[in-house]
């Protein structure tokens, strides 16, 4: 048998997560249901506490075991949790209607990683070389979340979809990085909370107007009308 | 040597295709048939009579023995229990695609054969599937080979035995890739339901269901047989540690012993995926397919432009 | 000896036009000539890649020399190409025309000796005048041939269109080839002395961009594709055969020995038009070919599609090239040159099949097919090793050329820039889908042509003995190069060594294939199909030993459909490629919309280049020509006043 221990070398797995980091976005912009959705967002979160505890092992600094105890709990656990929760309030049924179809959006999925990748390079300059690759990868991450809440039409997905850009930008700092300082991640943190909690006010109103969570009615709201 | 890794591979495939069974059986609340109904069936298949179509060719006839033959002769290639074999510099991975292929096409041919408007349903789609598909296991296929320098299927599995393959990001993007092609290719669910007895959402069993007796039996061996080359490809590529390095006697044992505790846990896992999911709509298929495929090409990104 | 050959090309020709010859005596005279032409084409082909043979005298006229012949590798190469398909065609034909009368039988035969002989010209053309002379005969002999056997309002339209494509092709190669010769338009434009000379280089980009256009019009690059789908299927079949087998190739010969041995490559940005090209000729056509009804025409589409193929071997050479990697650049190489070999075998035995059928049933309709196994089962076992090859299934040569060519991607150096580092993984994940859906497309034309239940009634019978022998020896050619793709690669190392000096991949055993060192890669196809064969065999044994028993024939089960069942609930051609056409609809625009006249669903298509390209086109080229109308007045003072305006510019530029 090989020596298990040599194969786990932290920086290979912190790689090996945002890999996965960058499949799950992959996913979520190929995803149709809006279950489906909120479940891959809840391992989104779940793979970011874990980097987040490479990089505290890798460096050594306390206060990100801390920021991954809160982006477990936040990210993996309660705001799935509360969208769960939204949804089955909202009653809001069916697939997400998507504005473009799956294969067109998949393609340009494609051409915006490649974007990311060709940036990531001359963007990751003074950052230690190991984690260039994982510099390209958030902005891959970031820029495919950015892609689905264009695409879709369903007021939840877009939701989602702003909180996978913020899981990756998130990613991108901690593990690009190698951390940044906590009260940043506290403060992101607390915005993305309350952004939350005011589109979830949003969505029911929305929905008392229209009777639909579907975001074309919103076009309705102009001067001429 | 060689033949006791074919010899392995035919028995143990109808054993673990049970243990599916039973697994998928326990899981949605229903009476498991035991590890040796697929003994029992087979052997039920040999006996029977074997009819053919009137207007059938040598095709139809002759399509089980090849099948088959090339089932075999892929399980030849594919590192089960040792890395070093015999035949390994005859081929490598694109040859051992492009022998599954052989089978597939000839698969199709057989149930274009026989005039049917549901072999030839089976057809059409098993091509539209397969077209969508083995772009996707190629390109899997190739960011193994891109990082073991080699396309020899034993050169990658020595290179994957020795370090950290499969934590390259490229790899997480092959790995995914490969598991959809294993869900696509053998006809599991999400694809198409291998039990179902509704012509009209099947793919793969449409284009057997004129066969009957001994080459009934040889098509289900040869499928039972694909979906063990599949697990064990995916074993081999990423999770082989225990595949022997030589023909040593104490070697073959231990590897042996590893093959039979990975696929028991590998079971499980594909059960819960068939249990979870529900079978897509047909044209639902290709896109599934396309998403593998665009996970391969991410993972051929990731390896090209990352240098990963 | 090639030389010879070519000669008797016109005198064969001219024999046809003897009066009062029985028809059976002139068809045997003329094709039997044809036949030993290619062979003695193919012969010498084949000894100048073994041995590098010496320039052939000159003709000169006049003190001038006009006419300059040489035999190098390149040109031995595409000579054992042409010799292979024309051979087998002139031997097909002596079976197909069997029922034509004398002015058919003219029709055919004065031109089929004329466009072998201007293919070989073109080969053994050593300046440029002969190849310009050649080139036009073969433009013109090949569209008196595609009206050879139907003169339909269709047939008329596509030679008009083969002609016109053909011309402007013809057109830029003679801008090109001005440009080269800029010097001395009538002494020094042999290639030997072209080589030698250095262009500028913004005249060097301007040949190569007219020459990528000539040589793409004849090669059926996109965008200027659009005679090949009506040329191929309105010609008869074995000149289909030797148009798209044997004609297509031509083209690749020009842009090897023009853009490539005459204007070294340098720099990356040609390779990369070639790759972009040849991936875009070759999705376009493999995506047609699996949504079309008529079985020519989708083997047409499908030369499109190899030839696409081609491209992209020769422009990932180019790119290696210039990033400094001769060896792999010589690998990329071959594995087009291969794939162009294999693709004049399959495809030719592809077109030769075609013809037999449509011989025997009257129509190449895969809508009206089916059940042809039963009826011609040589010929259907014939076009199974035809499919299987073009499919690129082991252990035949299609699969061998393939794998060369993934090989070639897969063992690409890192590339100086990232723009081209994104590029290969692309071009290569394009190749995968392109070589998938090419096998969609033939499996569909052989099974829906030659397998199930007949879609109509017709009589069919077997192929006659001459095209049987014809299709039996391309058949075998696909075997043999499938179990020893080392030789073919020996011979074309000698073209390596020709064009990328000095550099050439490894000593190849004829059965097997090593391209950089066996650790890394190596394909032995004879112990594939020993083992397949002795598996398949040990199966049959055991099984009949223990469970053997007689076997019965049934009525077919079909579900229990039984009473109710007709021929009619196969798959049409609309129906086995409705997926893909739902897929692709973005880019293609079909649709299926039914028939009311024959009462199926057929897929409605529209060539989106010609929609969107050729017809603005011509409506801008008509609309220009309505204003030049207004200079025509019918006074005779205006046009007076023209002549005296032009007087006057051209006194004012003398001056």
Same mark, same amino acid.
């Given at each position: 048998?090989?020596? &298990?221990?040599?194969?786990?070398?932290?920086?290979?797995?912190?790689?090996?997560?945002?890999?996965?980091?960058?499949?799950?976005? &992959?996913?979520?912009?190929?995803?149709?249901?809006?279950?489906?959705?909120?479940?891959?967002?809840?391992?989104?979160?779940?793979?970011?506490?874990?980097?987040?505890?490479?990089?505290?092992?890798?460096?050594?600094?306390?206060?990100?075991?801390?920021?991954?105890?809160?982006?477990?709990?936040?990210?993996?656990?309660?705001?799935? &949790?509360?969208?769960?929760?939204?949804?089955?309030?909202?009653?809001?049924?069916?697939?997400?209607?998507?504005?473009?179809?799956?294969?067109?959006?998949?393609?340009?999925?494609?051409?915006?990683?490649?974007?990311?990748?060709?940036?990531?390079?001359?963007?990751?300059?003074?950052?230690?070389?190991?984690?260039?690759?994982?510099?390209?990868?958030?902005?891959?991450?970031?820029?495919?979340?950015?892609?689905?809440?264009?695409?879709?039409?369903?007021?939840?997905?877009?939701?989602?979809?702003?909180?996978?850009?913020?899981?990756?930008?998130? &990613?991108?700092?901690?593990?690009?990085?190698?951390?940044?300082?906590?009260?940043?991640?506290?403060?992101?943190?607390?915005?993305?909370?309350?952004?939350?909690?005011?589109?979830?006010?949003?969505?029911?109103?929305?929905?008392?107007?229209?009777?639909?969570?579907?975001?074309?009615?919103?076009?309705?709201?102009?001067?001429?009308? | 040597?060689?033949?006791?890794?074919?010899?392995?591979?035919?028995?143990?495939?109808?054993?673990?295709?049970?243990?599916?069974?039973?697994?998928?059986?326990?899981?949605?609340?229903?009476?498991?048939?035991?590890?040796?109904?697929?003994?029992?069936?087979?052997?039920?298949?040999?006996?029977?009579?074997?009819?053919?179509?009137?207007?059938?060719?040598?095709?139809?006839?002759?399509?089980?023995?090849?099948?088959?033959?090339?089932?075999?002769?892929?399980?030849?290639?594919?590192?089960?229990?040792?890395?070093?074999?015999?035949?390994?510099?005859?081929?490598?991975?694109?040859?051992?695609?492009?022998?599954?292929?052989?089978?597939?096409?000839?698969?199709?041919?057989?149930?274009?054969?026989?005039?049917?408007? %549901?072999?030839?349903?089976?057809?059409?789609?098993?091509?539209?599937?397969?077209?969508?598909?083995?772009?996707?296991?190629?390109?899997?296929?190739?960011?193994?080979?891109?990082?073991?320098?080699?396309?020899?299927?034993?050169?990658?599995?020595?290179?994957?035995?020795?370090?950290?393959?499969?934590?390259?990001?490229?790899?997480?993007?092959?790995?995914?890739?490969?598991?959809?092609?294993?869900?696509?290719?053998?006809?599991?669910?999400?694809?198409?339901?291998?039990?179902?007895?509704?012509?009209?959402?099947?793919?793969?069993?449409?284009?057997?269901?004129?066969?009957?007796?001994?080459?009934?039996?040889?098509?289900?061996?040869?499928?039972?047989?694909?979906?063990?080359?599949?697990?064990?490809?995916?074993?081999?590529?990423? %999770?082989?540690?225990?595949?022997?390095?030589?023909?040593?006697?104490?070697?073959?044992?231990?590897?042996?012993?590893?093959?039979?505790?990975?696929?028991?846990?590998?079971?499980?896992?594909?059960?819960?995926?068939?249990?979870?999911?529900?079978?897509?709509?047909? %044209?639902?298929?290709?896109?599934?397919?396309?998403?593998?495929?665009?996970?391969?090409?991410?993972?051929?990104?990731?390896? %090209?432009?990352?240098?990963? | 000896?090639?030389?010879?050959?070519?000669?008797?090309?016109?005198?064969?020709?001219?024999?046809?036009?003897?009066?009062?010859?029985?028809?059976?005596?002139?068809?045997?005279?003329?094709?039997?000539?044809?036949?030993?032409?290619?062979?003695?084409?193919?012969?010498?082909?084949?000894?100048?890649?073994?041995?590098?043979?010496?320039?052939?005298?000159?003709?000169?006229?006049?003190?001038?020399?006009?006419?300059?012949?040489?035999?190098?590798?390149?040109?031995?190469?595409?000579?054992?190409?042409?010799?292979?398909?024309?051979?087998?065609?002139?031997?097909?034909?002596?079976?197909?025309?069997?029922?034509?009368?004398?002015?058919?039988?003219?029709? #055919?035969?004065?031109?089929?000796?004329?466009?072998?002989?201007?293919?070989?010209?073109?080969?053994?053309?050593?300046?440029?005048?002969?190849?310009?002379?050649?080139?036009?005969?073969?433009?013109?002999?090949?569209?008196?041939?595609?009206?050879? @056997?139907?003169?339909?309002?269709?047939?008329?339209?596509?030679?008009?269109?083969?002609?016109?494509?053909?011309?402007?092709?013809?057109?830029?190669?003679?801008?090109?080839?001005?440009?080269?010769?800029?010097?001395?338009?009538?002494?020094?434009?042999?290639?030997?002395?072209?080589?030698?000379?250095?262009?500028?280089?913004?005249?060097?980009?301007?040949?190569?961009?007219?020459?990528?256009?000539?040589?793409?019009?004849?090669?059926?690059?996109?965008?200027?594709?659009?005679?090949?789908?009506?040329?191929?299927?309105? *010609?008869?079949?074995?000149?289909?055969?030797?148009?798209?087998?044997?004609?297509?190739?031509?083209?690749?010969?020009?842009?090897?020995?023009?853009?490539?041995?005459?204007?070294?490559?340098?720099?990356?940005?040609?390779?990369?038009?070639?790759?972009?090209?040849?991936?875009?000729?070759?999705?376009?056509?493999?995506?047609?070919?699996?949504?079309?009804?008529?079985?020519?025409?989708?083997?047409?589409?499908?030369?499109?599609?190899?030839?696409?193929?081609?491209?992209?071997?020769?422009?990932?050479?180019?790119?290696?090239?210039?990033?400094?990697?001769?060896?792999?650049?010589?690998?990329?190489?071959?594995?087009?040159?291969?794939?162009?070999?294999?693709?004049?075998? $399959?495809?030719?035995?592809?077109?030769?099949?075609?013809?037999?059928?449509?011989?025997?049933?009257?129509?190449?309709?895969?809508?009206?097919?089916?059940?042809?196994?039963? +009826?011609?089962? @040589?010929?259907?076992?014939?076009?199974?090793?035809?499919?299987?090859?073009?499919?690129?299934?082991?252990?035949?040569?299609?699969?061998?050329?393939?794998?060369?060519?993934?090989? /070639?991607?897969?063992? /690409?150096?890192?590339?100086?820039?990232?723009?081209?580092?994104?590029?290969?993984?692309?071009?290569?994940?394009? #190749?995968?889908? #392109?070589?998938?859906?090419?096998?969609?497309?033939?499996?569909?034309?052989?099974?829906?042509?030659?397998?199930? @239940?007949?879609?109509?009634?017709?009589?069919?019978?077997?192929?006659?003995?001459?095209?049987?022998?014809?299709?039996?020896?391309? *058949?075998?050619?696909?075997? $043999?190069?499938?179990? $020893?793709?080392?030789? /073919?690669?020996? /011979?074309?190392?000698?073209?390596?060594?020709?064009?990328?000096?000095?550099?050439?991949?490894?000593?190849?055993?004829?059965?097997?294939?090593?391209?950089?060192?066996?650790?890394?890669?190596?394909? #032995?196809? =004879?112990?594939?199909?020993?083992?397949? *064969?002795?598996?398949?065999?040990?199966?049959?044994?055991?099984?009949?030993?223990?469970?053997?028993?007689?076997?019965?024939?049934?009525?077919?089960?079909?579900?229990?459909?039984?009473?109710?069942?007709?021929?009619?609930?196969?798959?049409?051609?609309?129906?086995?490629?409705?997926?893909?056409?739902?897929?692709?609809?973005?880019?293609?625009?079909?649709?299926?919309?039914?028939?009311?006249?024959?009462?199926?669903?057929?897929?409605?298509? *529209?060539?989106?280049?010609?929609? =969107?390209?050729?017809?603005?086109?011509?409506?801008?080229?008509?609309?220009?020509?309505? @204003?030049?109308?207004?200079?025509?007045?019918?006074?005779? +003072?205006?046009?007076?006043?023209?002549? $005296?305006?032009?007087?006057?510019?051209?006194?004012?530029?003398?001056?």
């Amino acid at each position: 048998m090989r020596p &298990f221990l040599d194969l786990f070398s932290l920086l290979s797995i912190l790689k090996f997560l945002a890999a996965w980091m960058l499949l799950l976005s &992959f996913a979520l912009l190929a995803q149709r249901r809006l279950l489906s959705l909120i479940h891959l967002l809840a391992w989104q979160g779940i793979t970011l506490a874990l980097s987040t505890a490479m990089v505290a092992v890798l460096t050594g600094d306390r206060l990100l075991w801390v920021s991954a105890t809160l982006t477990l709990s936040l990210k993996g656990l309660l705001i799935p &949790f509360l969208l769960h929760r939204l949804l089955r309030r909202l009653q809001v049924r069916g697939d997400v209607e998507m504005s473009l179809n799956v294969a067109s959006v998949q393609l340009l999925g494609i051409v915006l990683v490649i974007f990311a990748f060709a940036l990531a390079a001359p963007l990751a300059g003074s950052l230690p070389a190991a984690t260039h690759g994982m510099l390209g990868i958030a902005l891959a991450a970031f820029l495919l979340a950015f892609l689905m809440m264009i695409t879709r039409r369903k007021a939840i997905s877009e939701v989602v979809g702003f909180l996978a850009m913020d899981n990756a930008l998130f &990613f991108g700092a901690t593990s690009a990085t190698l951390g940044m300082p906590l009260i940043v991640e506290l403060g992101i943190a607390l915005d993305a909370l309350i952004a939350f909690l005011i589109l979830g006010v949003f969505f029911f109103h929305i929905r008392e107007s229209f009777e639909s969570l579907d975001l074309h009615w919103l076009e309705h709201l102009r001067e001429n009308q | 040597m060689q033949t006791l890794q074919v010899l392995v591979a035919l028995a143990i495939a109808p054993l673990f295709s049970a243990w599916l069974q039973m697994l998928r059986a326990l899981l949605q609340n229903r009476r498991p048939a035991g590890l040796g109904q697929g003994y029992r069936d087979l052997r039920r298949l040999f006996h029977k009579e074997a009819f053919l179509p009137e207007d059938s060719s040598w095709l139809f006839r002759f399509s089980p023995y090849i099948l088959f033959g090339t089932k075999v002769m892929a399980s030849t290639l594919v590192p089960i229990l040792a890395v070093d074999l015999p035949l390994a510099p005859a081929a490598d991975v694109i040859a051992l695609v492009g022998l599954l292929a052989v089978a597939r096409i000839f698969q199709v041919l057989a149930a274009m054969d026989t005039g049917t408007p %549901f072999a030839s349903l089976g057809a059409h789609r098993e091509m539209l599937v397969s077209a969508l598909a083995e772009p996707a296991l190629l390109s899997a296929f190739f960011i193994a080979s891109l990082l073991a320098g080699s396309t020899s299927l034993s050169t990658i599995v020595l290179h994957a035995q020795e370090g950290l393959f499969s934590l390259h990001p490229s790899m997480v993007f092959a790995a995914a890739a490969f598991f959809l092609v294993l869900l696509v290719e053998n006809s599991r669910i999400p694809v198409d339901n291998p039990a179902t007895h509704l012509e009209l959402t099947m793919i793969h069993e449409a284009m057997l269901l004129e066969y009957s007796g001994r080459h009934l039996a040889l098509l289900e061996w040869g499928a039972q047989l694909k979906l063990l080359l599949y697990v064990t490809i995916g074993i081999a590529l990423f %999770f082989p540690w225990g595949i022997a390095d030589q023909f040593a006697p104490m070697a073959i044992l231990l590897a042996g012993l590893a093959l039979l505790i990975k696929l028991f846990l590998a079971a499980p896992i594909l059960a819960l995926v068939e249990t979870l999911l529900a079978k897509k709509r047909l %044209f639902r298929v290709p896109e599934f397919a396309a998403t593998a495929f665009l996970f391969g090409v991410i993972g051929l990104l990731t390896h %090209f432009m990352l240098g990963s | 000896m090639a030389l010879g050959a070519v000669a008797l090309g016109p005198l064969a020709s001219l024999g046809s036009l003897l009066p009062r010859l029985h028809p059976s005596w002139l068809r045997y005279t003329s094709l039997m000539t044809s036949t030993l032409m290619s062979l003695l084409w193919l012969l010498s082909g084949a000894l100048g890649l073994i041995l590098v043979a010496a320039p052939a005298p000159n003709l000169a006229v006049g003190g001038i020399p006009l006419w300059q012949f040489r035999l190098d590798p390149l040109s031995a190469f595409f000579l054992v190409v042409l010799g292979v398909v024309g051979t087998a065609s002139s031997l097909h034909a002596v079976g197909y025309f069997r029922q034509l009368g004398r002015t058919g039988l003219r029709r #055919v035969l004065i031109p089929l000796p004329l466009f072998l002989s201007a293919m070989a010209l073109l080969l053994l053309a050593d300046n440029a005048y002969t190849f310009l002379v050649a080139w036009e005969g073969m433009a013109l002999s090949s569209s008196y041939l595609i009206l050879a @056997q139907t003169q339909t309002i269709q047939a008329r339209h596509a030679a008009y269109l083969y002609l016109l494509v053909a011309h402007l092709g013809a057109l830029c190669l003679l801008a090109a080839f001005a440009l080269l010769c800029h010097g001395n338009p009538l002494a020094g434009n042999d290639f030997s002395a072209l080589t030698h000379e250095v262009l500028a280089p913004g005249l060097a980009q301007a040949v190569l961009l007219l020459t990528l256009l000539g040589f793409g019009a004849k090669l059926g690059m996109a965008p200027l594709h659009v005679w090949l789908p009506e040329a191929h299927p309105a *010609a008869p079949s074995p000149v289909s055969a030797l148009m798209s087998a044997a004609m297509l190739p031509m083209a690749l010969y020009g842009l090897l020995r023009i853009d490539w041995q005459i204007l070294p490559p340098e720099g990356v940005s040609w390779g990369l038009v070639w790759l972009a090209l040849g991936l875009l000729t070759a999705g376009f056509g493999v995506l047609f070919s699996t949504l079309q009804r008529d079985l020519k025409r989708l083997l047409a589409y499908s030369s499109m599609e190899n030839m696409g193929l081609i491209l992209v071997a020769l422009g990932l050479a180019r790119l290696f090239v210039a990033e400094g990697s001769p060896t792999l650049a010589a690998l990329a190489l071959s594995a087009g040159l291969f794939q162009t070999l294999n693709h004049a075998l $399959f495809k030719g035995l592809l077109f030769l099949g075609s013809g037999s059928v449509f011989h025997s049933t009257g129509t190449v309709d895969m809508g009206r097919l089916g059940a042809l196994i039963r +009826s011609m089962p @040589q010929t259907t076992l014939l076009m199974l090793i035809g499919c299987l090859a073009i499919a690129g299934l082991p252990p035949l040569n299609g699969f061998a050329s393939e794998w060369m060519l993934l090989q /070639a991607f897969l063992l /690409a150096p890192q590339m100086a820039s990232g723009t081209l580092q994104a590029i290969l993984p692309l071009t290569a994940a394009g #190749v995968v889908l #392109v070589l998938a859906l090419a096998s969609f497309a033939i499996i569909k034309a052989f099974g829906l042509s030659f397998l199930g @239940q007949p879609r109509s009634i017709y009589t069919a019978h077997e192929a006659g003995l001459w095209e049987r022998f014809a299709m039996a020896f391309l *058949a075998l050619g696909c075997i $043999f190069l499938g179990l $020893f793709p080392g030789l /073919a690669i020996h /011979a074309i190392s000698a073209v390596n060594v020709l064009l990328l000096p000095g550099n050439s991949l490894g000593i190849q055993q004829p059965w097997r294939l090593t391209p950089i060192s066996p650790e890394r890669a190596s394909y #032995v196809p =004879g112990w594939f199909l020993i083992g397949i *064969a002795v598996a398949i065999l040990l199966t049959f044994l055991l099984v009949w030993w223990r469970f053997g028993r007689p076997l019965r024939r049934v009525p077919v089960w079909s579900c229990g459909f039984r009473g109710a069942r007709t021929a009619r609930m196969q798959d049409s051609p609309a129906g086995f490629s409705q997926s893909l056409l739902r897929i692709f609809q973005p880019i293609h625009h079909g649709r299926i919309q039914p028939d009311t006249a024959s009462k199926e669903l057929r897929v409605e298509l *529209a060539d989106p280049f010609w929609v =969107g390209l050729y017809e603005p086109l011509q409506r801008l080229a008509l609309a220009l020509s309505r @204003q030049a109308l207004r200079l025509q007045h019918g006074k005779i +003072s205006s046009y007076l006043l023209y002549a $005296f305006l032009t007087l006057v510019v051209l006194l004012v530029l003398v001056r």
